[in-house]
């Protein structure tokens, strides 16, 4: 199957794209670079060929000849999308539904959608399933639940998109994030031999590790197409629902005489338990292989190796917002996030 995947010089994309390739996908990248800042490591995995793109400037041209889209490319996590949230929209909500629209007319059966588990939002009291009504508290969640409306209208017997709410990532890559939960614990962890949660701890995450969800997103591609046809699925493992605090416990038990302390509730009111069972029932092939302390003793390995100091973890190309406050002070992208006229 040959494959396009956007946001491929990503955190979670540069490591599916080589996935799909090891498996005997033909994949091209595109990626528009905001990122390409950041390389904490060399994974030694071979080299995806990219174009160097903005979802909105993607071109019927770009597309032809592709049997599949698997789409990360959006301004990832709840933090950057409140940094602006009508870019947001523009990009992740507009942007997507564009390209799926494109990859219809120009005959893509197959597309792959990178949604989240962040739009069930708040903690009702029930583990939430594909059927719960979303619940988005950011621009962020809100964009994904208009995208997984609107081009799932899209679906017919010649356009067959596929959800999948991914779970909050861990996990080392090269183009590492430490803006995310059990990375950024387990960075604090190793620069500081401390844990100290603003919080109480008491707010739940599922989390999933990037290569389970790299599985997910090649036994989508790979599964007949009557069972992932307009289909959600969340992508997690039902063991890994996680409260804060136990994520850290965790994080702390892996990184040697590293202190733990929590704190009072920080009002916010992110919270959520998620049922995986659907995706394991129903996507032949697919289970979860890792879990926190396997993600967490891989980022203990990666830091050891390449001896990570507090200078490189708290670099900005490593957390998203702040990479693009960077571009945009500097210059190098304009207020609506497009490069800049060199």
């Given at each position: 199957?040959?494959?396009?995947?956007?946001?491929?010089?990503?955190?979670?994309?540069?490591?599916?794209?080589?996935?799909?390739?090891?498996?005997?996908?033909?994949?091209?990248?595109?990626?528009?670079?905001?990122?390409?800042?950041?390389?904490l490591?060399?994974?030694?995995?071979?080299?995806?060929?990219?174009?160097?793109?903005?979802?909105?400037?993607?071109?019927?041209?770009?597309?032809?000849?592709?049997?599949?889209?698997?789409?990360?490319?959006?301004?990832?996590?709840?933090?950057?999308?409140?940094?602006?949230?009508?870019?947001?929209?523009?990009?992740?909500?507009?942007?997507?539904?564009?390209?799926?629209?494109?990859?219809?007319?120009?005959?893509?059966?197959?597309?792959?959608?990178?949604?989240?588990?962040?739009?069930?939002?708040?903690?009702?009291?029930?583990?939430?399933?594909?059927?719960?009504?979303?619940?988005?508290?950011?621009?962020?969640?809100?964009?994904?639940?208009?995208?997984?409306?609107?081009?799932?209208?899209?679906?017919?017997?010649?356009?067959?998109?596929?959800?999948?709410?991914?779970?909050?990532?861990?996990?080392?890559?090269?183009?590492?994030?430490?803006?995310?939960?059990?990375?950024?614990?387990?960075?604090?962890?190793?620069?500081?031999?401390?844990?100290?949660?603003?919080?109480?701890?008491?707010?739940?995450?599922?989390?999933?590790?990037?290569?389970?969800?790299?599985?997910?997103?090649?036994?989508?591609?790979?599964?007949?197409?009557?069972?992932?046809?307009?289909?959600?699925?969340?992508?997690?493992?039902?063991?890994?629902?996680?409260?804060?605090?136990?994520?850290?416990?965790?994080?702390?038990?892996?990184?040697?005489?590293?202190?733990?302390?929590?704190?009072?509730?920080?009002?916010?009111?992110?919270?959520?338990?998620?049922?995986?069972?659907?995706?394991?029932?129903?996507?032949p092939?697919?289970?979860?292989?890792?879990?926190?302390?396997?993600?967490?003793?891989?980022?203990?390995g990666?830091?050891?190796?390449?001896?990570?100091?507090?200078e490189?973890?708290?670099h900005?190309?490593?957390?998203?917002?702040?990479?693009?406050?960077?571009?945009?002070?500097?210059?190098?992208v304009?207020?609506?996030?497009?490069?800049?006229?060199?």
């Open positions: 199957m040959r494959v396009l995947v956007t946001g491929a010089q990503g955190y979670i994309g540069s490591q599916v794209a080589p996935m799909l390739v090891e498996r005997g996908h033909e994949v091209v990248g595109l990626d528009t670079g905001y990122y390409k800042d950041g390389c490591y060399d994974d030694g995995l071979p080299v995806v060929p990219c174009i160097e793109r903005d979802i909105r400037e993607i071109r019927d041209e770009d597309l032809v000849g592709f049997d599949a889209v698997v789409h990360l490319a959006e301004l990832s996590n709840d933090p950057l999308g409140q940094l602006n949230p009508a870019i947001t929209f523009r990009i992740n909500h507009l942007g997507s539904v564009a390209l799926a629209q494109a990859c219809k007319r120009v005959g893509i059966a197959r597309f792959v959608y990178a949604s989240s588990c962040s739009v069930y939002g708040v903690d009702t009291g029930e583990v939430k399933t594909e059927r719960s009504e979303p619940m988005p508290q950011t621009a962020y969640a809100q964009c994904k639940v208009l995208v997984e409306r609107d081009v799932g209208a899209l679906a017919d017997d010649d356009f067959s998109p596929t959800f999948l709410r991914n779970a909050t990532a861990f996990g080392p890559s090269a183009r590492m994030r430490f803006d995310i939960v059990l990375n950024n614990l387990a960075g604090l962890a190793w620069t500081t031999r401390e844990i100290r949660l603003t919080s109480d701890g008491s707010p739940w995450r599922p989390l999933v590790h990037i290569l389970d969800i790299g599985e997910a997103i090649a036994c989508t591609l790979e599964a007949p197409r009557e069972v992932v046809h307009n289909q959600i699925f969340n992508v997690g493992d039902s063991s890994q629902n996680y409260r804060i605090r136990e994520i850290a416990e965790i994080v702390s038990e892996v990184f040697p005489g590293c202190a733990l302390t929590v704190g009072r509730s920080d009002g916010d009111n992110r919270s959520y338990r998620v049922s995986f069972d659907k995706i394991h029932e129903r996507l092939g697919f289970r979860c292989r890792r879990d926190a302390a396997t993600g967490a003793r891989e980022l203990f990666v830091f050891e190796r390449i001896g990570m100091t507090a490189v973890f708290r900005r190309a490593f957390t998203r917002l702040e990479q693009l406050k960077h571009l945009i002070g500097t210059g190098q304009n207020a609506e996030l497009f490069w800049s006229a060199s």
